[in-house]
């Protein structure tokens, strides 16, 4: 596709439940960005990738949290027993590449995580 | 520490009014960049603009202007002649630069736009 394509768009789940949540980034781009934004809040950063390395984790909020991205292009954030406080809407972003000083972010619309 | 802040949560107006969104920054850095973005009902937020922090002049963009102010850390944002299709939520953005710059950006809160016919 020619946007960014997160899948799925809403995801319902129970406390302790493993979760993924997959991001498509546009084709070419190398950087790609995973945010998480709570309701009323702006978009918080969570993992940078460059490539298939992840650059920068440090905005993962514990080790519940991981994200991989193996072949360069589709990324997958995974999160393991899952907690209500981590329903938010979670955010994928490519860019060509790295640094905001390229270039603009282009985001998805997000997967809607609902831990019940 | 890096901060943004945008004062307000909800604006209203009428079709065809201008409207100026604030933006207030705080960063140690100094050499940064500033963003807005806009984020639609349906989610995905879109650039509207980079602002390196060595260019301080304003810029303009059909409808959209922008007011960088180095001395008073804003970078605010005017739409001229509002229309029903600028309703969104609006978010300001700071981005760092040096050897880390990884396109980690700190968002302000967002401010609510709505633009009434």
């Known amino acids: 596709g020619a946007g960014v394509s997160q899948t799925p768009s809403n995801k319902v789940t129970e406390k302790g439940k493993y979760v993924e949540l997959r991001c498509d980034p546009i084709?070419?781009?190398?950087?790609l960005y995973w945010y998480r934004q709570s309701l009323g809040q702006g978009p918080e950063f969570l993992i940078y990738?460059?490539?298939?390395?992840?650059?920068?984790d440090s905005g993962l909020p514990n080790d519940r949290f991981f994200a991989v991205r193996p072949e360069g292009s589709v990324s997958t954030l995974k999160i393991q027993r899952t907690e209500r406080g981590d329903s938010a809407v979670y955010l994928c972003?490519?860019?060509?590449?790295?640094?905001?000083?390229?270039?603009?972010?282009?985001f998805g619309e997000g997967s809607r995580l609902t831990v019940l | 520490a890096q901060k943004v802040t945008q004062a307000q949560t909800e604006i209203s107006v009428v079709e065809k009014e201008d409207v100026t969104l604030d933006c207030v920054y705080e960063?140690?850095?100094?050499?940064?960049?500033l963003f807005w973005y806009k984020q639609p009902p349906s989610g995905e937020l879109v650039f509207l603009i980079r602002?390196?922090?060595?260019?301080?002049q304003n810029e303009i963009s059909g409808r959209y202007s922008w007011n960088f102010q180095k001395s008073t850390s804003s970078f605010n944002f005017t739409i001229t002649a509002s229309q029903v299709v600028d309703s969104a939520v609006y978010f300001c953005?700071?981005?760092?630069?040096?050897?880390?710059?990884?396109?980690?950006?700190?968002f302000g809160q967002g401010t609510t736009l709505q633009v009434k016919p």
């Open positions: 960063t140690r850095d100094t050499t940064y960049y």
């Open positions: 990738f460059q490539g298939t390395g992840a650059a920068d």
């Open positions: 084709s070419g781009h190398t950087a």
């Open positions: 972003a490519s860019s060509l590449m790295w640094g905001p000083n390229t270039g603009e972010l282009f």
């Open positions: 953005a700071l981005g760092r630069d040096g050897s880390s710059n990884t396109g980690k950006l700190i």
């Open positions: 602002r390196n922090s060595f260019d301080e």
